[in-house]
């Protein structure tokens, strides 16, 4: 599997735009992106998914670039409720391990 | 992580005494999954199960074993031979129509 690079923290104000980047400069052409978060102590949680289209559901934004090789998660309004770390993975299509690394911790802050 | 079901959140055990973690479904997915994380790193997979009656070992198996015998239920033994048990374990499940794993609240084991 392609490895990811986060940036291992950052801080957002409350009510902006979370940019949240990641880098995957190896990803194959079969490497779907993934995002998940953990809130402290919980369960990771699914957020986003993308191949290389851009994508949006309720929670994100997905912003891929043409040559895939780097991402980005948006969180259009964040709130204090969004401070987790926030995971990037790449998954090869068939295999259904996701390997996780350590993640952005990101700090909403009022 | 709803539909997904880990219990108990904590659990406490004496060094050398094995012990089993449940986690439970309703979602109907058919593949289920273990996985370990220490504090401030990400996880690491245990023990994976794509249909009942089987399953495969994850990236860190040893000390640990598991079973399938119901489509609902993948429960995570916890042995004596696991050298730093003491962990954060997270169970996920994922469904045929979808490639998305979702987790359950997880369950802290710690060994005294």
């Known amino acids: 599997d392609a490895k990811t690079t986060q940036p291992p923290s950052m801080d957002c104000a409350e009510g902006r735009a979370a940019n949240l980047p990641c880098n995957h400069s190896?990803?194959?052409?079969?490497?779907?992106v993934y995002w998940y978060r953990q809130i402290h102590s919980q369960g990771p949680q699914y957020i986003i998914h993308g191949l290389k289209n851009n994508e949006t559901n309720e929670m994100a934004s997905l912003i891929i670039t043409e040559d895939r090789k780097s991402s980005t998660l948006i969180l259009p309004h964040a709130t204090l409720r969004d401070t987790a770390v926030y995971y990037c993975i790449v998954r090869v299509d068939g295999d259904y391990k996701l390997s996780f690394g350590a993640g952005t911790t990101v700090t909403v802050r009022a | 992580d709803g539909g997904i079901t880990q219990s108990p959140k904590y659990l406490f055990r004496k060094e050398g005494q094995n012990v089993t973690l449940s986690c439970e479904q309703n979602?109907?997915?058919?593949?289920m999954y273990w996985y370990r994380q220490d504090p401030g790193q990400g996880l690491r997979l245990i023990y994976y199960?794509?249909?009942?009656?089987?399953?495969q070992k994850g990236d860190i198996a040893e000390g640990y074993s598991v079973s399938r015998e119901k489509k609902e239920s993948f429960p995570l033994t916890v042995t004596s031979a696991q050298k730093n048990p003491t962990a954060f374990y997270l169970c996920?499940?994922?469904?045929?129509?979808?490639?998305?794993?979702?987790f359950g609240p997880g369950t802290r084991l710690t060994v005294l």
């Open positions: 996920a499940s994922r469904g045929r129509a979808t490639d998305t794993q979702y």
């Open positions: 979602l109907n997915h058919d593949a």
């Open positions: 199960s794509q249909i009942v009656n089987d399953f």
């Open positions: 190896t990803i194959s052409g079969n490497e779907y």
